[in-house]
């Protein structure tokens, strides 16, 4: 029905979720909601799940069992007492008992010209009754009804898999305010407000540390399976668990927006967006629907008009066709993998942002990383200060880097503030601060002009940088990144400044190629030299240095020309053009970066490169298990098809097919939920595939 106001209507079936946008009477949609049995929410109004009586909850197979034991009934009146006429109302109730719901979406959908499985299972239904085979009729729709009960059944489970992630964090929480402590509903705590977590509490918010000490268990967010030392100036994230000391948090999001939540609302959108195959699979049923209603029809009365033949032979092998023609199957066979992996996978501390995604990362060529918060922690520190010429004292060159630095949010010049900090050095206001991205910064201070940066930027400002060029040559030899910094015109000194490689960096990479990966790259702006350190730590095939932004992208588009598919592995902020330019971008750091959960098309919520790997071999998985479900669904039609023409398939038959093969597809997809990443990566790198009940 069209409702005034609504300007569109989204249907994410996943998640069992339908969006309503437009401007329109909230109370007006609640009401028409409780009309069909939909629970209705305000947007903003966090929703509470009612408790359902038992027929609501279970409400398929309440009518699957009134079937089933009208179809007994009758079974046990027509074959074993010899009643036909009570025989016949039996299996009409068995009929109309599991048909009910099936005969009214069959009659929208004719009303929208729309033929789909339904329509196929009333016309089978109603001819079967309409050439007096009342016994096959009640026994399609008891065992169609059992198919939808199952269905129902598996993607319930599919979905509370979803609503397991909405558990994670705590409906109430401990808060101090105006001086005392209270409970209260996660819903009515304010930005902040000091939420006290307590040994073996769950945090209820995402927040900062401001006080105590402990250690949080963060799996469920990040999916590390170390605990995490937390200690004042800390982040710590809603749905963790708190393990020792008491701990202080003060509140930096509402509820609405903590990490969790912006997880589980793409994890649902995610699932809204089709995969490739699951988009050629619903295109290619809107014409095989019709297509098996049309052969049924042609089998049902083409031989009996062409060659003379007997009309109810005929008839009853199309109505034969058009039960096992369903496309059960074959339509579900994508989504409930696509579901099952994509939760996995937020499970596990990585976010796919779409099946394509999932789709894509399962026939990757070239796995291109950056350098600096990537391969590296991203987290370089200074180690050597040195001064050109006796200009100045190394202090005083550190001082007046660090005072034009601390106007950057580049990793190296925090990393240069930081030393400053550490030496407790007076730092210098800057003014006429100028950015420039990739290369260093200029900045006046105390009238003098002062160029902190690349050789290039240095070259560029007029400033000659031949006295350190043996100094350069020591620093890239040594994997170093050398900051230099200029005053009025002339080289003032060095900053030599290193990151190291991620712990399980090298393993990853090593674990990437031995899958199959044709090509590991990184694309880094640093100099050469370090770019060559690193890249031999972390067993690269090859790195291009001294990179800026678009350059990074030409390098995707040229490695997506020579190979194909490309992804792009980066911090989500400063690779995000290189990220959009690959065929899957990748951000690190999601759970504390709100723009790689925004900007990439998949994150790893823990800064582990180890889970890299086992989106590759989930993703894999998944497109076997598709293509597994899809050759099964055609297979078994093909078979049953075979058997209509010499008559071998009845109705009975034909149902059961076609519900064994709805059963089957589905629970092979749930089978994903099984693939885990080795819990003992950091120190041995190797991944393991554990499926359930093995």
């Given amino acids: 029905m069209r409702l005034p106001g609504v300007s569109k209507a989204e249907l994410n079936f996943g998640a069992a979720k339908l969006t309503v946008h437009g401007g329109i009477d909230s109370g007006l ?58 025989a016949v109302w039996l299996y009409l109730a068995a009929m109309l008992s599991g048909g009910f719901e099936t005969v009214l979406k069959a009659v929208k959908s004719l009303g929208r010209l729309s033929f789909d499985m339904n329509v196929l299972m009333t016309a089978a239904v109603t001819g079967a009754a309409l050439i007096g085979e ?33 558990e994670i964090a705590p409906k109430i929480a401990t808060v101090r305010r105006d001086g005392r402590e209270m409970s209260l509903p996660v819903e009515e705590i304010l930005l902040g407000d000091v939420l006290i977590v307590r040994p073996g509490e769950k945090i209820a918010m995402d927040g900062v540390v401001i006080d105590g000490s402990s250690t949080v268990n963060q799996a469920a967010i990040t999916g590390e399976s170390a605990p995490v030392k937390k200690t004042a100036g800390c982040g710590v994230f809603a749905g963790t668990f708190n393990q020792e000391g008491v701990l202080e948090v ?70 034969a066709l058009l039960v ?46 950056d350098k600096t918060g990537t391969l590296t922690g991203g987290t370089p520190e200074v180690t050597d200060v040195i001064a050109v010429d006796g200009g100045m004292d190394e202090e005083e060159l550190l001082r007046i880097a660090a005072s034009v630095e601390k106007m950057s949010e580049h990793p190296l010049a925090r990393a240069v503030v930081r030393k400053a900090g550490k030496l407790n050095l007076r730092l210098v206001p800057a003014a006429a601060f ?25 070259g560029e400002s007029g400033i000659d940088v031949s006295p350190a060029a043996n100094v350069l040559s020591r620093l890239e030899s040594e994997g170093k990144t050398p900051v230099m910094v200029g005053v009025d015109g002339s080289l003032a000194g060095v900053l030599a400044l290193a990151d190291t490689l991620r712990e399980n960096g090298n393993t990853a990479v090593k674990r990437l190629s031995e899958m199959g990966i044709k090509k590991t790259v990184m694309l880094t702006g640093d100099n050469p030299g370090t770019a060559e350190v690193i890249a031999g730590k972390a067993g ?74 086992f989106a590759v071999r989930l993703s894999r998985a998944s497109l076997r298990v598709i293509r597994q479900n899809i050759v099964f669904s055609i297979a078994i ?23 064994g093969a709805s059963v089957i597809v589905t629970l092979n997809g749930i089978r994903l939920m099984g693939i885990k990443p080795d819990e003992q990566a950091g120190s041995g790198g190797s991944f393991i595939v554990r499926e359930q009940g093995k």
């Fill in 637 to 659: 039609k093909l078979a049953a098809v075979l058997l209509v023409f010499p008559g071998w398939l009845t109705l009975w038959l034909a149902i059961l097919a076609d519900m």
């Fill in 250 to 319: 003060k509140v930096t999001k509402l509820v609405g927006d903590t990490t969790i939540a912006r997880i589980i609302s793409m994890v649902e959108e995610a699932q809204a967006q089709k995969a490739p195959l699951q988009s050629f699979i619903d295109r290619f049923a809107g014409y095989y629907t019709p297509a098996v209603i049309a052969a049924a029809l042609l089998v049902s009365v083409l031989p009996p008009l062409v060659s003379g033949l007997p009309w109810y032979p005929w008839v009853y092998r199309g109505l």
């Fill in 540 to 613: 690269v095939d090859a790195f291009l240095a001294g990179l800026m932004p678009q350059d990074k992208v030409a390098a995707i588009n040229d490695l997506k020309k020579e190979y194909g598919k490309v992804a792009m592995v980066g911090d989500g902020v400063n690779d995000a053009p290189a990220l959009a330019a690959a065929t899957v971008g990748i951000a690190m750091g999601g759970a504390g970066t709100d723009t790689a959960l925004e900007t990439a098309d998949m994150v790893l919520m823990a800064d582990d490169l180890s889970k890299l790997p």
């Fill in 134 to 166: 009342w016994e096959e009729a009640a026994a399609v729709a008891f065992l169609y009804s059992v198919s939808g009960a199952l269905e129902s059944y598996t993607a319930g489970k599919a979905r509370q898999s979803i609503r397991s992630l909405m």
């Fill in 324 to 369: 096992v023609g369903c496309p059960c199957a074959l339509v579900i066979s994508t989504p409930v993998a696509i579901v099952s992996a994509i939760v996995n996978a937020a499970r596990n501390g990585v976010l796919i942002k779409g099946g394509v995604y999932l789709e894509e990362m399962g026939s990757l060529s070239v796995v291109a990383f």
């Fill in 29 to 86: 949609i609640v009401r028409e909601a409780r009309k069909h049995s939909v629970t209705a929410v305000p947007e903003g109004i966090p929703a509470v799940a009612a408790e359902q009586p038992f027929w609501e909850k279970n409400g398929k197979i309440v009518v699957s069992v009134f079937s089933g034991l009208f179809f007994l009934a009758g079974w046990t009146a027509d074959v074993l007492v010899r009643l036909p006429v009570p």
């Fill in 434 to 458: 100028e950015s420039f991205v990739g290369r260093g910064a200029k900045a006046d201070l105390n009238g003098r002009r002062v160029v902190v940066g690349s050789p290039g930027l240095l």
